[in-house]
């Protein structure tokens, strides 16, 4: 797409039904306004597969936080410690004891080492002033810098003093060294394991500063839980997921499957692009495309993908 016309009003007239979830279209009664699109994302693990799962296998599965609980989710490698039946006992070792998630086989949460968990070795790699992204007990990502590292438990663990802030000559702070910084100060510091989900790279959520709450703090509207899309976020080079379903929410499954596929498609790509294109030419365009474009991206505000939101909205 290289011109206004492509996506002139007309064209966006036309597609303004599929993006109103109270279309017609979607009140069909083959259409489930519960379902998840958890479905539509999660990689088909083959049946073989599943019934070879046995004690010692090594695999991807989703550990919670005990100290967040349901605000803190992730995927992270395990073990099986054990199967009973279609029930898969998983044991994740590196978050500063063993814990242990049971779940069915066939939930989606238990899938072949590598599915979720490519790279992850990047974090026995982490030292001392590197910059990462850290999830507080409250369920708010901050940037933040690795103080310092240590090994515990006979040298099978790593852990990190984390510091909620970065430092710069631009900073507006001082700590008790004397050093420029933006962000908290020493008393929020904790140690946390190198393997927590609490921490991932920086500025993979955080995006130069930006805090990615659960509340819209600016008003007593709660904002779209977005706390558990990075669950449904593939590892680079599997189709990415643009809206997912939101707890409360009744909209159809066929909408999500349909608003996916226009941004696998890149509709949402080339809309974003041309209308940054039109913005930063400095010239005269045509504002009521404009305004039709953000009206139609607009309709499933609430249903966004917190990492499209991060990695193609903020760019």
Known sequence: ???????????????????????????????DLKSSSTNNVVPEVDKVWKASLKKGMKVDSVVIDTLIGDKCEGWAPAVIKDVNGEIVYCEFQGHGRSVVEQYNKSSGKVLP????????????????????????????WFWGTVLQTRVIRGAAEKELYVGYRIYSSAGKKTDKNGQYYEGWSESYDEWIPAYSIRITKSNKITKLGTVYCRRDLDNERPAPDDSLDIL??????????????????????????LINDFGKMGGFKAIISLAKEK???????????????????????????????????TH
């Open 279 to 313: 913005i930063t030419a400095k010239k005269p365009f045509d504002v009521d495309w404009l305004f039709s474009c953000l009206d139609l991206m607009s309709a499933p505000h609430n249903l966004y993908h917190r990492m499209f939101l991060i990695e193609e909205m």
């Open 1 to 31: 797409v290289s011109t206004q016309s492509t996506w002139g009003r007309e064209l966006i007239s036309k597609m303004r039904p599929m993006f109103d979830p109270d279309s017609p279209i979607y009140q069909s009664a083959f259409n």
């Open 113 to 140: 080492r590598g599915t979720k968990t490519k790279g992850w070795e990047w974090r026995d790699s982490i030292k001392a002033n590197d910059r990462v992204d850290i999830l507080d007990t409250e369920g708010r």
């Open 232 to 257: 449904l976020n593939m590892p680079d080079g599997d189709e990415k997921v643009f809206v997912v379903h939101r707890l409360g929410k009744n909209y159809s499954s066929l909408y999500l499957v």
